[in-house]
């Protein structure tokens, strides 16, 4: 009796253990899934977010300046400006410093992300 009831400690712990494991196993799944999918946004609280899934469509205005990525140069270094562009290349370097090259059009231009959640 003795060495069944050590054997059912065993099972239950051994099933503990994988339920552990398991649980683990999905909050890291999650968490690396939140870091790819981005922010849950809509026309109506976009602003609120620096990126997001949205199609751009034009039915709300913004006080947003764009600038054309043909149209950068020196003098606007140190300033904040708005491009719109696709990521034609990243390239990640050490663990919070993400380099991408944007591309519109034709034109290129190089753009540093850092922060503590680069992929």
Same mark, same amino acid.
């Given at each position: 009796?003795? /060495? $069944? %009831?050590? *054997?059912k400690? +065993? #099972?239950? !712990?051994?099933?503990? /253990? $994988? %339920?552990? *494991?398991?649980? +683990? #196993?999905? !909050?890291?799944?999650?968490?690396?899934?939140? *870091?790819?999918?981005?922010?849950s946004c809509?026309?109506?609280?976009?602003?609120?977010?620096?990126?997001?899934?949205?199609?751009?469509?034009?039915?709300?205005?913004?006080?947003?300046?764009?600038?054309?990525?043909?149209?950068?140069?020196?003098?606007?270094?140190?300033?904040?400006?708005?491009?719109?562009?696709?990521?034609?290349?990243?390239?990640?370097?050490?663990?919070?410093?993400?380099?991408?090259?944007?591309?519109?059009?034709?034109?290129?231009v190089?753009a540093?992300?850092?922060?503590?959640?680069?992929?």
């Open positions: 009796a003795r /060495k $069944e %009831e050590k *054997k400690a +065993k #099972e239950e !712990e051994k099933r503990k /253990k $994988e %339920e552990e *494991k398991k649980r +683990k #196993e999905d !909050e890291r799944v999650a968490a690396q899934n939140a *870091k790819t999918t981005g922010p809509t026309l109506h609280n976009f602003m609120e977010h620096n990126f997001a899934n949205l199609f751009i469509q034009s039915e709300t205005k913004t006080d947003r300046k764009w600038t054309n990525v043909s149209e950068l140069n020196a003098s606007m270094k140190d300033q904040q400006i708005w491009v719109r562009a696709r990521v034609h290349n990243s390239r990640k370097q050490g663990n919070k410093l993400c380099f991408l090259t944007l591309r519109q059009d034709v034109a290129t190089q540093v992300a850092f922060g503590q959640e680069i992929a």
